[in-house]
């Protein structure tokens, strides 16, 4: 069964700082890997969705990476602002499309 | 207007009691998924539909019980809640096929927060 873990379940850093959200899976056999951003009382927004053969997707101030033969994903965030305070969620896509999730790491960015 | 919507989105309902969330679709996906997330977990599945003559169990089915109306709407059940399916409900949609195994992009609708007393 796979399990997606990702540490830390809560960050808070300065303003203006880079810093990197963790993510590992316990199995390597997956399509692909996404991140969401969650804010509180609306839905998930994706970020990245990095194939199964990419090593890594760039989306302005974001850029993730994953390494599939370590089960592991990162999500850089350059140049912090208060903006970015939110709930970041990766998954992991198996078979028949169905995603399994992180349970989450919640990231404070101070003024 | 949004493209997934929940209704309602606060509800609280008592034990033993029976409800119906609901969901709708203006994307025009064929896919529709539930989820259900508690605090400090991730999104768990809960059922899948692949078209409207389609259901599947997901990973915690168990309490729970799905309609698939038409194409746009995928409806959940609690037959008789408990306090434990207290939680943040999500809709989500897909479009279909995995050709060349091209992954579809799931699209979440804002959530249903359901408290069971």
């Known amino acids: 069964k796979q399990e997606v873990t990702q540490i830390p379940a809560a960050l808070s850093v300065p303003e203006g700082e880079n810093l990197v959200l963790n993510c590992s899976f316990t199995d390597s056999a997956i399509y692909n890997l996404q991140w969401f951003r969650q804010d509180p009382g609306k839905g998930l927004t994706s970020l990245l969705l990095?194939?199964?053969?990419?090593r890594e997707q760039t989306s302005g101030r974001l850029n993730a990476s994953l390494d599939k033969s370590s089960g592991r994903s990162t999500l850089y965030i350059a140049a912090s602002q208060p903006g970015d305070s939110a709930t970041y969620l990766c998954a992991v896509v198996q078979g028949a499309q169905k995603l399994v999730f992180g349970q989450g790491t919640r990231l404070t960015i101070n003024p | 207007d949004a493209d997934v919507t929940q209704t309602p989105r606060n509800r609280i309902t008592k034990t033993g009691k029976r409800i119906m969330l609901e969901c709708s679709q203006t994307k025009g996906h064929d896919r529709m998924y539930w989820y259900r997330q508690d605090p400090g977990l991730g999104l768990r599945l809960i059922y899948y539909s692949f078209d409207v003559k389609d259901i599947n169990k997901g990973e915690i089915s168990d309490g729970y019980s799905v309609s698939r109306q038409a194409q746009a709407k995928f409806s959940l059940s609690l037959e008789s809640a408990i306090p434990n399916q207290t939680a943040l409900y999500f809709c989500a949609t897909s479009d279909s096929g995995l050709a060349g195994g091209q992954y579809y992009e799931q699209y979440f609708g804002p959530g249903t927060r359901l408290t069971v007393t």
């Open positions: 990095i194939q199964s053969s990419q």
